[in-house]
């Protein structure tokens, strides 16, 4: 079913794939698509993002956070992310726990990935990015 965005006083509902891609504003697109729905959500302390990765595709950049702790659940696809140099690979219904403090980067396998990121405390402007992080091993 589709929601429309649904305020009421103790929940809000959306539907995640309904949010705007902001792909496109990085200039990502087609290669990524990566819907954040924590304003759309009214949430105040936990982001959601969904994200979609072409096969192959490697995210140009790296971040971490000041605040925030992610999960990241990989939905279909092989997902590889790398943590300060630590490569790991993720298949369907893996997570990964990342600390605010690990840098990370993701890339997907040959199927491409779609993965679903959960963060708190969440907030903008809490992400750290570096551009051209690529401290993978292959």
């Not at 504003?25 to 698509?33: A, H, Q, V």
């Not at 936990?46 to 000041?66: D, T």
């Not at 279909?76 to 605010?100: M, T």
Request: aromatic share 8%; net charge negative; no cysteine.
């Amino acid at each position: 079913a589709s929601w429309e965005n649904r305020r009421m006083s103790g929940y809000t509902i959306v539907t995640l794939k309904e949010v705007e891609d902001q792909a496109p504003n990085f200039g990502l697109s087609p290669d990524l698509e990566v819907r954040f729905a924590r304003v759309a959500l009214d949430a105040e302390q936990v982001g959601l993002s969904y994200q979609q990765l072409a096969p192959n595709f490697r995210v140009p950049f790296g971040h971490k956070h000041k605040t925030q702790e992610e999960v990241y659940l990989v939905v279909s696809g092989q997902l590889r992310i790398n943590l300060e140099g630590d490569v790991k690979e993720l298949g369907p219904w893996d997570a990964v726990r990342v600390s605010k403090d690990t840098m990370r980067g993701l890339e997907a396998g040959p199927e491409g990935a779609e993965l679903i990121a959960i963060g708190a405390p969440g907030g903008p402007g809490d992400a750290e990015v570096e551009q051209g992080w690529r401290a993978y091993s292959s």
